[in-house]
Structures are given as C-alpha cells and as structure tokens.
C-alpha cells in the first residue's frame, strides 16, 4: 500500500507524508554528473499539516449499490 502523497511546502513536489512527515527527498532539478554529494530538500522530514478530514476509505452515508452483501 502507497503512504498518501502532499505537495512539499518548500519545493511543491508530490511527496509521500510517512508517520505524519514528509518523506526525505531531493530537491527537484537535476545535479551535476560530477558531483556525489546527497543533498535532501529542505522540506525533507519536516512535520506535515493534519488534513481537515481524515481520508476514508468508503462514505459511510452513502447506501450500498445492488450487488453489494453484507460482509457478517
């Protein structure tokens, strides 16, 4: 399962928010060939903003569609 994505507050990036923190990422464009140097965005491992609503799989006032049983 893929950890649910957020724009990165410094670069705007799509990157996956891990345990309530933005994953570590480089910073877009591309490095020199020459250099081996890691260099993450600032943004990396910062806290990300609670959502206003948590996501939810399923609405859960929105009736079954014909077909659907119940599952117990």
Do not use: N
């Not at 990036?13 to 480089?26: K, L, M, P, S, W």
């Not at 903003?49 to 659907?68: I, N, S, Y």
């Amino acid at each position: 399962m893929s950890a649910p994505r957020r724009a990165c507050p410094v670069c705007t990036r799509e990157i996956a928010v891990v345990g309530g923190r933005y994953a570590r990422h480089d910073p877009p464009g591309r490095r020199p060939a020459f250099s081996y140097e890691l260099v993450s965005c600032p943004g990396s491992r910062r806290s990300a903003p609670l959502l206003a609503t948590e996501p939810r799989l399923f609405d859960p006032e929105e009736p079954p569609t014909d077909g659907q049983q119940q599952l117990f």
